[in-house]
């Protein structure tokens, strides 16, 4: 085990720190020093009231606000409807061509990464119509953007169905050996 460090003889202690080196080498809270202390601690003790508040809701509750939030984002834009209808297709497809685990899990994961998006995209898109006219030149740069994370997506995901159908395709047609 290392031995502990003496403290440095002739070190100014920091203000509001009583170094006392005769027996203890830990400082001591000297609130005479530093009045002020005290009140910046107690700036720590409970979070303002705009804080998040997150972690107070149970499970249930948080599982509740998603699915509500997922219900608010399907009814409030089509282009769900479009992704779903696509990827049911790609699907179907994969599971004629008996698509092994891994293509599943990368098709899934791909998904996925599509339905992120876009609800990224309505949570600014809502937000942005919420602030009054959504093509004020910040807001309409906001959901943009939000709607590149979309095109990301979607281009992700239609690299990863196209692999991994067409190697399932070669398999199946001996393209390959």
Known sequence: ?????????????????????????????????????????????????????????????????GLRGLKYAVRGDSSFFAHAYRGLLIALTAAMLGVGPMGWCLLVLAGTLVLIAELTHSAIDTLARAQGDPEEPALKVAREIATAGVLVGVVAFAAVSITVLALKLGELLSWWE
């Open 1 to 65: 085990t290392a031995e502990p460090v003496p403290p440095q003889q002739g070190a100014p202690a920091p203000e509001g720190l009583d170094v006392d080196s005769t027996t203890d080498p830990q400082p001591q809270y000297n609130p005479e020093l530093d009045p002020g202390l005290d009140a910046r601690l107690a700036e720590w003790e409970s979070p303002p009231p705009w804080a998040a508040r997150a972690g107070r809701r149970n499970f249930r509750a948080k599982l509740a606000a």
